[in-house]
């Protein structure tokens, strides 16, 4: 009866997990969120009869509230869960299509929103992963997955030209560290964290991009087809998540995966 926890269950990847792990009646699967009473609502309309659900609410930035979580957590599985799973993020538009020199221009705003990337996707999941970490080292399974992002990774971004994304990418960069370094820390304790990056995957925000937006949307697609030829496109959150799963549970300590930063396909290979 395998426990887990989601970062981030609201939308997009996160609530995929939530439908995909609860859809198994034997798993506890335990989603926090920022907006607690529209998740549950939403539960209730789309996921009926789960009774293996709990959403809690946590806000990655407000650390009682993680705290809170962890505390209800425990309440509810006994004291241990097996599973972390470390999704959600501050995704936003700010550089989405933009390249550092663009952001450079205006300080205040680069500062304002470099602090708030970092503070929600790296900080914030310091302070979860040690809120939980007693709960996972009482787990079974004991292993911890952070959500990463090829846009992440230096090789593709020097070798491929991936100007946009500056902040967001040197988040995820920090975290893949962040992630190692636990990994390290935890290892001769038996847990295993992997920073696992879902492809490139189409949660509803490519339809609402302006017409300047999506000709460098367009730009950075061609510069994927030239990395990944055969590629055909954003994933769905199904495949993806499924395919995330499926790297979670062949990866292991004895194969040598700890603190590893891997594609959904398991290796380094972000798009195919
Ligand atoms: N989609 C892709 O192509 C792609 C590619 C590579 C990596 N990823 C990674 O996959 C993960 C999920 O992304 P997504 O595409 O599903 O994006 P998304 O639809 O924007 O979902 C982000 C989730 O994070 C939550 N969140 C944001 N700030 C939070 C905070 N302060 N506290 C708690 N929760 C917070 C959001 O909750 P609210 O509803 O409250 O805003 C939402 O549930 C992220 O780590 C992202 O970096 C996505």
């Given at each position: 009866?395998?426990?887990?926890?989601?970062?981030?269950?609201?939308?997009?990847?996160?609530?995929?997990?939530?439908?995909?792990?609860?859809?198994?009646?034997?798993?506890?699967?335990?989603?926090?969120?920022?907006?607690?009473?529209?998740?549950?609502?939403?539960?209730?309309?789309?996921?009926?009869g789960r009774t293996n659900i709990t959403i809690l609410h946590g806000d990655l930035v407000d650390y009682s509230s993680?705290?809170k979580a962890a505390a209800d957590t425990a309440a509810i599985t006994g004291g241990s869960i097996d599973y972390l799973?470390?999704?959600?993020?501050?995704?936003?538009?700010?550089?989405?299509?933009?390249?550092?020199?663009?952001?450079?221009?205006?300080?205040?705003?680069?500062?304002?929103?470099?602090?708030?990337?970092?503070?929600?996707?790296?900080?914030?999941?310091?302070?979860?992963?040690?809120?939980?970490?007693?709960?996972?080292?009482?787990?079974?399974?004991?292993?911890?997955?952070?959500?990463?992002?090829?846009?992440?990774?230096?090789?593709?971004?020097?070798?491929?030209?991936?100007?946009?994304?500056?902040?967001?990418?040197?988040?995820?960069?920090?975290?893949?560290?962040?992630?190692?370094?636990?990994?390290?820390?935890?290892?001769?304790?038996?847990?295993?964290?992997?920073?696992?990056?879902?492809?490139?995957?189409?949660?509803?925000?490519?339809?609402?991009?302006?017409?300047?937006?999506?000709?460098?949307?367009?730009?950075?697609?061609?510069?994927?087809?030239?990395?990944?030829?055969?590629?055909?496109?954003?994933?769905?959150?199904?495949?993806?998540?499924?395919?995330?799963?499926?790297?979670?549970?062949?990866?292991?300590?004895?194969?040598?995966?700890?603190?590893?930063?891997?594609?959904?396909?398991?290796?380094?290979?972000?798009?195919?």
């Amino acid at each position: 009866m395998p426990t887990y926890v989601i970062t981030g269950v609201s939308k997009g990847l996160g609530w995929e997990f939530l439908n995909q792990l609860s859809s198994d009646s034997s798993n506890t699967v335990i989603g926090l969120v920022r907006n607690k009473p529209a998740t549950e609502k939403r539960v209730a309309e789309e996921l009926s009869g789960r009774t293996n659900i709990t959403i809690l609410h946590g806000d990655l930035v407000d650390y009682s509230s993680l705290e809170k979580a962890a505390a209800d957590t425990a309440a509810i599985t006994g004291g241990s869960i097996d599973y972390l799973i470390a999704n959600a993020a501050q995704v936003t538009e700010y550089d989405a299509y933009r390249s550092i020199d663009s952001l450079a221009t205006d300080p205040g705003e680069l500062t304002k929103q470099f602090r708030s990337q970092m503070e929600t996707n790296v900080l914030a999941n310091i302070y979860l992963y040690h809120l939980f970490m007693p709960l996972i080292l009482e787990g079974k399974i004991k292993k911890v997955v952070f959500i990463s992002s090829g846009m992440g990774d230096l090789e593709l971004t020097r070798n491929f030209n991936i100007d946009v994304t500056p902040v967001y990418s040197t988040t995820k960069a920090a975290m893949n560290m962040i992630n190692a370094k636990f990994s390290a820390r935890y290892k001769k304790e038996g847990v295993l964290f992997l920073s696992i990056c879902p492809g490139m995957v189409d949660v509803g925000k490519f339809s609402e991009v302006t017409a300047e937006q999506g000709a460098r949307l367009g730009e950075t697609v061609g510069k994927f087809k030239m990395y990944a030829p055969d590629w055909q496109g954003p994933d769905t959150p199904p495949s993806s998540v499924k395919a995330v799963l499926s790297v979670v549970n062949q990866c292991s300590l004895e194969n040598g995966d700890s603190g590893a930063f891997l594609s959904h396909y398991g290796d380094k290979q972000w798009l195919k």
